[in-house]
């Protein structure tokens, strides 16, 4: 190969070393710079997309805050004694014991009632009314599929 370039004129010297540099700036661009704009790129589109979930996400929260505001502020003079008879009587529940305390939380007490009216009793009480469920004790009674619980609930 020394021999070859020997053998050549200085100006084709000059155009084979000119040639190499190119070829090998080339290589360099192809091989390290192209893939890591390539990544870049990329990456910036993912943040783009991330924060603009972000935002949403933002948006999300603060209209939660706010209805739960509005619905704290709604729930507060609401009847808890009332709302408990009034739902647990749709669902079939019969209490036994309902016990308001001075904090104005209130102790509900169920016995034999079915699972699954219990269940969806607990998921309207707190989805549905915007109260507080704060402590559940469930034990299994003597029926299949019957329960005994003691709930406290709260307003939000």
């Known amino acids: 190969m020394r021999d070859w370039f020997a053998g050549l004129n200085q100006r084709e010297q000059l155009s084979v070393l000119v040639l190499g540099v190119a070829l090998g700036l080339y290589l360099l661009y192809m091989l390290a710079w192209a893939p890591l704009a390539d990544r870049r790129e990329q990456l910036e589109q993912q943040n783009r997309g991330i924060a603009t979930s972000l935002q949403r996400v933002d948006a999300m929260v603060s209209e939660i805050m706010r209805l739960r505001d509005e619905g704290a502020a709604g729930s507060s003079q609401r009847n808890l004694t009332a709302l408990v008879n009034q739902s647990t009587s749709r669902h079939g529940l019969e209490v036994s014991r309902l016990q ?5 939380d209130i102790q509900v007490r169920l016995e034999g009632a079915a699972f699954d009216d219990l269940v969806a009793w607990l998921d309207e009480i707190e989805n549905r ?4 469920v704060t402590e559940v004790a469930i034990t299994q009674a003597g029926a299949p599929g019957r329960v005994n619980a003691t709930i406290r609930i709260s307003q939000a």
């Open 100 to 104: 308001p305390n001075a904090r104005g």
């Open 129 to 132: 009314e915007g109260l507080l």
